[in-house]
């Protein structure tokens, strides 16, 4: 058996294709390029208002237009990107324009993989890897697992070309005729940890299974993955669905944070913005803070409040408070008009 490594909340693995290394930094860009599919999987764990639908979206954020993609990328520094669906290639023609699009602002070295319930043919891959595809990852529906015609094949065609490839499923059932396509194709494996959602709850536990306790995996998945998947001699990973939580989305609000924050906002461990907030007579309280001396770079006027650093609005409380300012310390993601995680009323 392979010796199993542990890193990162239990994520275990012996083979890391790039676009993974690129995800455990929190610098992969998650372009979700559209809802729609051909497939109807029982263990789908798209929301409601993606699943189906022809929307995009870069990270958390609708998009509108290319620029869009290109300004999120911008803002978490990303130094990759990782396309996914739906079913992206249903939509060739628009992720052609993302590849070169994403090349041409982020350089050659950023990295785009992506994700694929499809087996293309040697004409569309050449077209992926010429617009600047660097890694695909085939997902083969559950019901031609023990029969994954063409799957070997794909897996090589790709590999003549010069993409690194790979097959991506969950673990939910033994599979030894994918793992043996992926062996003859000295391809790489990756295996999730069969994830609930409020959109295949049911279903799944319709199957048989049940969520664990904490978080949403599902109770039985890793020793799946660990008995049937992860082998002697194939380049596996098992990511824990708790990984993407606790590592993956917390270095990404990290990196877009620290480029986002403003000389008086602190950015917490996890990724979110700290700063103080002044409510009310903003023009009193604008003076004040000119006859306190407060420096210029610690505070910002915005429409309707006063962000302002943290420790100089404690420092300050009982001289705004003489002026009925309403003040308050929050906690939020480090997004345009982020949610607040907490309020504390000062």
Not at 99 to 114: T, V, Y
Not at 261 to 278: L, N
Request: proline letters at 5%.
């Amino acid at each position: 058996m392979i010796e199993w490594k542990s890193d990162f909340v239990g994520s275990v693995y012996n083979y890391l294709p790039r676009g993974c290394q690129i995800c455990r930094q929190g610098a992969s860009l998650v372009l979700f390029v559209t809802g729609r599919c051909e497939r109807s999987c029982f263990y789908c764990p798209l929301s409601a208002k993606r699943r189906g639908q022809d929307v995009v979206f870069a990270n958390e954020s609708l998009v509108e237009s290319m620029e869009d993609i290109l300004a999120e990328g911008r803002a978490m520094g990303a130094l990759g990107t990782g396309i996914t669906g739906g079913e992206p290639l249903l939509k060739l023609d628009y992720v052609l324009q993302c590849l070169r699009a994403l090349k041409r602002e982020f350089g050659p070295e950023h990295h785009i993989h992506l994700y694929t319930g499809l087996l293309p043919l040697r004409e569309v891959l050449q077209k992926l890897k010429v617009a600047g595809l660097d890694e695909i990852r085939f997902h083969p529906p559950h019901s031609q697992w023990s029969h994954p015609v063409g799957l070997k094949e794909a897996l090589q065609e790709a590999k003549s070309l010069g993409l690194e490839a790979g097959v991506e499923i969950p673990a939910l059932s033994a599979a030894p005729e994918v793992v043996q396509a992926v062996a003859a194709a000295d391809a790489f494996l990756n295996l999730n940890e069969l994830e609930f959602s409020e959109t295949n709850f049911a279903s799944l536990t319709a199957a048989g299974f049940r969520p664990l306790d904490l978080g949403c995996g599902a109770a039985g998945s890793e020793a799946i993955a660990r008995e049937h998947f992860l082998l002697e001699g194939v380049k596996a990973h098992y990511c824990p669905s708790r990984f993407k939580d606790a590592v993956q989305l917390r270095e990404r609000l990290k990196r877009r944070a620290e480029r986002m924050a403003r000389p008086f906002d602190y950015v917490s461990e996890e990724g979110t913005v700290i700063h103080g907030v002044i409510e009310g007579d903003l023009v009193l309280a604008l003076e004040l803070l000119k006859e306190l001396e407060v420096p210029e770079e610690m505070y910002s006027l915005q429409e309707d409040e006063i962000d302002i650093a943290a420790p100089i609005l404690e420092d300050i409380s009982k001289e705004l408070k003489s002026i009925d300012c309403i003040i308050s310390v929050i906690e939020r993601y480090p997004l345009e008009d982020g949610l607040v995680v907490e309020r504390i009323h000062l």
